[in-house]
């Protein structure tokens, strides 16, 4: 399969750079008969979308999204379904040195040493940009998870540099800018950002997703794994340094009689295996954490090379992030559903005579 | 890609069971003409075995490799690479009652819940039995890395419970039972370990894994990233609930001055990144650090249901490792060799017109 | 991999339906480094086009490419190249009928049956419309294919029902309608069609394809044989019901001395085997032969069902082709060039150390 | 995917040489559940085997199959399913000068340019032996089709050389050596392969094999077509050179108005089109047929090159069909019943919520 491809069976194609003409995916393997307009995809993208707030780039773009193929009347047919969204607010004149400088922590030199030609505009193909697709694609995997399984994939930004959340209210989440689940901290993160964004610098996020009523038995051992795609999936996200489920790097301090999450008839008592035992889910939330780095587009100057080979001083001078964590709760919840659903259909065609087994435990703990 | 299989290019396929007849896997797309014998396998195979101390379980396994196929007169000759490994040292009657009951913290209810059948011997295939022919499969791409590209591929315990390494000395690593790169903490950790075993309980650790000399350029964004798929690589281990590349989750709290490499003529002065930008390679060292949950099978009595759903006490006799991690240093490592022979392949199919790349700075800081 | 998706390394994902907004593809896996302009595509897709004589359907399309990503400065970059065309000639309301009816011989009962729904405006997915971005695909890889390995796929039409070439002359392939090989023929091949045309039947034909240059050593044994991919990518296109490779059916009636070919310095004595042997090339030409079933579309009534199970006569309307044959060399020269790149690629990861192994022999016959 | 694994999710990774230790295959993706014994695969591994008559090879393996792994108290479990052939009967000796000399016809000398190194003894892996393993994968196919869909795949040999059957009589077929569904004509045959043994030459064969009772709906447009997966599937086997679906390379041919299937609420009229519409089964059998090339291994001398590209004179000693599409029908019906097998798990990941269709018409004739 190819790269810019994710998904076995649901299968997610992206394309398209930052300042070029248009970014899309094609989404193949879909179920038929789902239900979809080209206004479901606008409360999702503009969730991810720059611009909202003074906390994020100010890069203004439309995000709309042409529906080109596979839907006929308003459901899917089974046939690839192809997005396109135009980008409309590409400055690329703000980009003119990066043509010849690298810039640290990018993927400039990277992407120069292994294709000998890259396109600079933006970041190019690098840029978060490509994220949008990921966003718009799964708009499609919630709702199919929704209806279908009553699935709810939920994401919140869970630290800010060394901030962390002091209570806990979903509710609050979709109402700052923050997606921060303590409303009373939301004032101190407006400061703190503001002051990082004067200062010229950035700083990292983590963030937290969450699926709540997945079945018993997703996942396929060894090497398509539930975990195992999630964490692949999470680290393909632009920024991304660590990916955690469950407990993740707190078990190795845990014993193993903390660790392990026996459990009743009621259901499990405890969660730390972020609801998957053996690559496949138990029935408990699927739980996952992700680290994202400072973004490295900063105003304060760095030392790096150019082309030529010359040492160089670089400030980048575009639109840019202090934190690209703020963005990424829908970018997380997007990739989570498209792997749950692409495990969806990977159980039901292999396992699909197995039918419910029992016991059943429910999966009461997240 | 069928799920028992790894790799895109240089695919692993791996079956067998824990008490099974045979444990083995099937190597595709490895490169001809790569000198290899059956001894070969047996020192990472011996690093990786239980049995070796009274810190791991029990289990005597002569873990002899049969070459059944791909390889003429001492060479792979392009064809698939079949190794076969028969099991010697299965008693399953110690599992007597797993047969029953979902121990906690186990594949057990999963698999359970997924096919409607499992094979209970030892933890069937959900056992980490299985990470023998990775191990195995590894030891061919290591040579391929060493020989071709100059790569080492070494990891090391990093953590044990709350005990971190004062000093790091690489010369020790292989001298210890623990893989531990502080030959003064060696008696501190016998002590550890045999305190653990007593009490009936288990608990998590931590490897570093590092690649050297990795050349710049290998990776394949957006969803083939090296990350993502180290990521994905290390997540189906067994037990590991947490996988970092580079700064990992300390990037949370970095600065994007601090964490982005800067980088000279001499080389980058820093390595935040993990060696991998925009999820291709900077020719910096590739660093992992993988997070082991402690084992589940415990002497300690848990709570769980049996097969009736009914309520029940399980205590586990059979062999155990009461830390799982300290076996796990040369899993992780054929799981890099893997991901990155697969990478460097798949680079020589896309880019091999491209050549060496101006400029090319050295990986200089870890 | 998704089924709307083609090849391994290099990797064509075609979406859209024949009277939707819009038809594309995106090119994965593509070298960078290659010129391209949006120019370069018109030639192969006019030769492909309808509307050019009186012998194919009416339909109008203009068949604009354009470049949405993967392309920076006239040259490919490495990352997902997508094109688009958008539908003009689209008269869904010569399709009213087709809601209702199965036109037999068509995939109208086999996507009811499927997917419990379709878009049924001009066959919707089913439609050889599709096709266009194959012929588009393969135009990059033709050019790679001739720049870097001298290498040049032709097709020619070599049979319309019962009519064959009296002689072969490769130049005038491309001067008249029915890219037919024999010049003088084509007086008595526009009769045949005018007469078949003013009948409302429909006719099958044969098409040749031929790849010169090809080198020894493409192919992957066993599943992923060239001529196993070639014989997938030619069925693959619509209305082909047999694929041959070299003698082909012929071979039946061959005895072994006669259709082994013997081999010397000066090269092959014969190419009974189309350049393919084991699933790989042999450095002669590469052969194969393709079979295109009659057009079901026809304005002559025929017996099916309507939605409803009812029994009614259907008599298809709409613009279609008499010999859909006589426009599909461009495809199959488009489906060989796409195999053959991909293996060329695949060839390079595997066997880039190889290097060119002796003896080589010269390919001498076709 | 890797070359020597075929089918997505139902995915068989076959491995060995002829005259190595071993062959075997890895079955993975297998529903669980289904029951199985070492003992089921000798029947149709027996109708494959050499050495039954004079007519073919006389090598004799016993073909015992070991399951390895995937099958526990006697039922699939859902991991995967190794299953291992020791070869007993191989006699490298035979194939001395093979090492120095390419056979005319064969993968000598493309193994060798691919490679630059070859496994000559008994053709390696280019050896038919390797179809072993298909068949037997293909019994737990075979197994399921029937007990799941009630679906019979079966072949008979339809052509040697010149002679066709005159008769057809399915139930005969398994009555004579030839897999010939004309009774009376056997001794004709006897005496025509005595004849053709006698003179050291070979003869090319046609295969037809039929699947019943396929529901419709099964295969995936526009790169998944069932066609041509079952097209690429034929082609894979060795010597085959050429496949057609329903009336194959007699379309071209027919008119419109014989080739299309009407259909009424009976059933289909005709199946000109092999069970498939726009690569999706009607419901109607599916019927291909496939052409075997003559053996090339022949007593008879013939030109050639040696490894020093010195001319030589080679005649082959060893034991050898000369008719090698005497033994394929079990081939045939195996890589259809993979196929089919495949594209069913594909087709309920996708459209299991989709259900039964109206109006479903019954498909009465072959």
């Given at each position: 399969?190819?790269?810019?491809?994710?998904?076995?069976?649901?299968?997610?194609?992206t394309?398209?750079?930052?300042?070029?003409?248009?970014?899309?995916?094609?989404?193949?393997?879909?179920?038929?008969?789902?239900?979809?307009?080209?206004?479901?995809?606008?409360?999702?993208?503009?969730?991810?979308?720059?611009?909202?707030?003074?906390?994020?780039?100010?890069?203004?773009e439309?995000?709309?999204?042409?529906?080109?193929?596979?839907?006929?009347?308003?459901?899917?047919?089974g046939?690839?379904?192809?997005?396109?969204?135009?980008?409309?607010?590409?400055?690329?004149k703000?980009?003119?040195?990066?043509?010849?400088?690298?810039?640290?922590?990018h993927?400039?030199?990277?992407?120069?040493?292994?294709?000998?030609?890259?396109?600079?505009?933006?970041?190019?193909?690098?840029?978060?940009?490509?994220?949008?697709?990921?966003?718009a694609?799964?708009?499609?995997?919630?709702?199919?998870?929704?209806?279908?399984?009553?699935?709810?994939?939920?994401a919140?930004?869970?630290?800010?540099?060394?901030?962390?959340?002091?209570?806990?209210?979903?509710?609050?989440?979709?109402?700052?800018?923050?997606?921060w689940?303590?409303?009373?901290?939301?004032?101190?993160?407006?400061?703190?950002?503001?002051?990082?964004?004067?200062?010229?610098?950035?700083?990292?996020?983590?963030?937290?997703?969450?699926?709540?009523?997945?079945?018993p038995?997703?996942?396929?051992?060894?090497?398509?794994?539930?975990d195992?795609?999630?964490?692949?999936?999470?680290?393909?996200?632009?920024?991304?340094?660590?990916?955690e489920?469950?407990?993740?790097?707190?078990?190795?301090t845990?014993?193993?009689?903390?660790?392990?999450?026996?459990?009743?008839?009621?259901?499990?008592?405890?969660?730390?295996?972020?609801?998957i035992?053996?690559?496949?889910?138990?029935?408990?939330?699927?739980?996952?954490?992700?680290?994202?780095?400072?973004?490295?587009?900063l105003?304060?100057?760095?030392?790096?090379?150019?082309?030529?080979?010359?040492?160089?001083?670089?400030?980048?001078?575009?639109?840019?992030d202090?934190?690209?964590?703020?963005?990424?709760?829908?970018?997380?919840?997007?990739?989570?559903?498209?792997?749950l659903?692409?495990?969806?259909?990977?159980h039901?065609?292999?396992?699909?005579d197995?039918?419910?087994?029992?016991?059943?435990?429910?999966?009461?703990?997240?």
């Open positions: 399969m190819a790269s810019n491809s994710f998904g076995k069976l649901l299968t997610v194609t394309f398209g750079e930052s300042h070029g003409a248009a970014i899309g995916c094609v989404i193949d393997g879909c179920p038929p008969g789902i239900a979809i307009t080209a206004e479901e995809f606008a409360h999702d993208l503009q969730r991810r979308a720059t611009g909202k707030s003074r906390h994020t780039s100010q890069r203004h439309a995000d709309e999204v042409e529906i080109l193929s596979g839907v006929y009347e308003g459901r899917t047919t046939t690839p379904i192809a997005l396109l969204i135009r980008n409309t607010d590409a400055r690329s703000d980009y003119d040195k990066i043509v010849e400088q690298f810039r640290p922590g993927a400039d030199y990277t992407y120069w040493q292994k294709y000998g030609i890259r396109d600079p505009r933006g970041g190019g193909r690098s840029s978060a940009r490509e994220t949008t697709m990921r966003v694609a799964a708009v499609i995997a919630k709702k199919w998870l929704a209806e279908k399984h009553g699935i709810r994939v939920r919140h930004v869970a630290q800010i540099g060394e901030i962390r959340p002091r209570s806990f209210d979903a509710s609050v989440v979709e109402d700052n800018a923050f997606f689940p303590d409303a009373a901290q939301v004032p101190e993160l407006e400061s703190f950002m503001d002051a990082l964004r004067k200062s010229g610098d950035s700083v990292g996020a983590r963030i937290d997703v969450v699926a709540d009523n997945v079945p038995g997703w996942g396929e051992p060894i090497y398509g794994k539930l195992g795609e999630l964490a692949a999936a999470m680290m393909s996200i632009n920024a991304v340094k660590g990916v489920i469950g407990a993740g790097f707190a078990s190795i845990q014993k193993g009689s903390e660790h392990r999450d026996e459990l009743g008839r009621d259901g499990f008592r405890s969660n730390h295996a972020g609801g035992l053996g690559g496949i889910s138990s029935g408990q939330a699927i739980t996952c954490s992700v680290a994202f780095k400072p973004t490295s587009s105003r304060l100057p760095g030392h790096t090379v150019d082309v030529e080979g010359r040492e160089v001083e670089v400030v980048t001078t575009g639109r840019h202090p934190c690209v964590g703020l963005r990424a709760a829908p970018i997380c919840e997007a990739m989570m559903a498209l792997v659903m692409d495990q969806a259909l990977r039901r065609a292999q396992c699909g197995v039918g419910e087994v029992s016991p059943r435990i429910p999966g009461a703990v997240q």
